[in-house]
Structures are given as C-alpha cells and as structure tokens.
C-alpha cells in the first residue's frame, strides 16, 4: 500500500527528500551577456534589433531587472532562414601591428632578435 499524500504543513520524510545534486530546474531567463552569447551576437545588435522589432522583447523581472525568456531566444534562432552563405574563412580577431611583422620575414623584429 502506498503512502498517504503529504498535506500542508506535513513534514517530507527524509528518503522523500532530494539533493541540490539531484534537482535540475532549466534556466527560464537569461541576462543580456548569457543571451548575447548564445546567438553569438553583440549585445548592441541585439539592443538594436529589439528595437526594431527583430528580436524578442527582454521581461521585467523586478523593479531594474530584465531577462531574456530562453524559450523565445531559441524560438527566434530555429525561425531564422538558413543561409546559402559559407563562413568566412577567418573569423578570428584582427590582428595588431606587433603581431603582423612578427609573422613577415625580414620585419624588424626578425633583425633585432638577431
């Protein structure tokens, strides 16, 4: 036979209670930084595009919060046209002049170090 079905104010019997370690809630919201590195955007392009109406609105969490609904997030990102376009084939960061004549033979970092 089971057990009677806990009411309020009962106390949940230990082998009834789970561990921080075994309670997994998803996230719901997302910050504009968690959000901005998620869809691999700057978080000014997507300031402006909800500006724009282009991408989803964040929610009033409090009084000075706002979030991201990680639902809509990925709604948006699955509604997005795929592209026939390939990736550029460096997508890096731009180098800086140091680092550019140390890659070229004969640069004056080559003869100093000589």
């Not at 691999?40 to 997507?46: D, F, K, N, P, R």
């Amino acid at each position: 036979m089971g057990r009677k079905p806990l009411g309020l104010g009962d106390r949940v019997p230990e082998d009834m209670k789970l561990s921080k370690a075994e309670v997994q809630i998803p996230a719901i919201y997302a910050d504009l930084p968690t959000v901005s590195a998620l869809v691999t955007l700057s978080e000014a392009s997507i300031q402006k595009m909800v500006t724009r109406d282009e991408f989803p609105k964040p929610r009033q969490l409090s009084g000075r919060r706002v979030g991201w609904l990680l639902r809509e997030v990925t709604e948006w990102a699955e509604s997005r046209p795929h592209s026939d376009l390939a990736p550029p084939p460096n997508t890096g960061a731009r180098k800086g002049r140091r680092q550019l004549n140390e890659l070229q033979p004969g640069s004056q970092d080559d003869q100093t170090a000589v």
